[in-house]
């Protein structure tokens, strides 16, 4: 019988041989749909008729997929600690809007880093709000998705969201997917 050995580590957790910027570059040629997911972050006192509204959050995702039918189950990967990822935490309410070729500079938009405030992301941004989760779902979009936090997995240094799909529509569903591809944002064909 032989043993089976675990692969020796680096010093940055990964398997012997293989770096950041290999597994980076080796997963960049997996094409991925681009999609915004958001969520209605609530008011910081809900008792208080005078605290700030909740604000509107977006961010741009590559990682979603289908994941069940019966249920209709979805899956989102959220880098571990970032605002989507703390508000997924609390809020079990949120949104995906499937976004076409032309919505590139909304894609671009909610995926900076660093920003401040997504007020200012969602000022010139056609959207309305889910029926059933009170997100933005943007307008032109080819597909929205209203869901509800089903389960929360730790994955390294992501956190992989899975959600129970309320409702989905197809409000612009003649147009053509924006996808991402080696880095960059691509039109197919």
Do not use: N
């Amino acid at each position: 019988m032989t043993a089976v050995l675990p692969a020796s580590r680096s010093p940055f957790g990964h398997a012997e041989g293989v770096s950041d910027d290999e597994f980076r570059a080796a997963m960049s040629r997996l094409a991925a749909g681009v999609v915004l997911v958001t969520a209605l972050e609530p008011p910081l006192d809900p008792d208080d008729p005078h605290a700030p509204p909740g604000e509107d959050v977006g961010m741009t995702a590559t990682a979603f997929m289908s994941v069940s039918l019966d249920p209709p189950l979805v899956l989102v990967s959220l880098r571990t600690g970032a605002r989507m990822d703390d508000l997924l935490d609390e809020q079990p309410l949120w949104a995906v809007s499937v976004l076409a070729e032309s919505q590139r500079h909304i894609a671009g938009r909610f995926a900076m880093k660093g920003r401040v405030s997504d007020r200012l992301l969602f000022a010139d941004i056609p959207y309305v709000r889910g029926k059933e989760t009170g997100a933005p779902l943007v307008g032109g979009a080819l597909a929205t998705l209203e869901c509800r936090t089903e389960q929360r997995v730790t994955a390294g240094d992501h956190t992989l969201v899975i959600g129970r799909v309320l409702s989905a529509s197809l409000p612009s569903a003649d147009g053509r997917p924006l996808t991402y591809f080696r880095g960059r944002y691509r039109h197919l064909g």
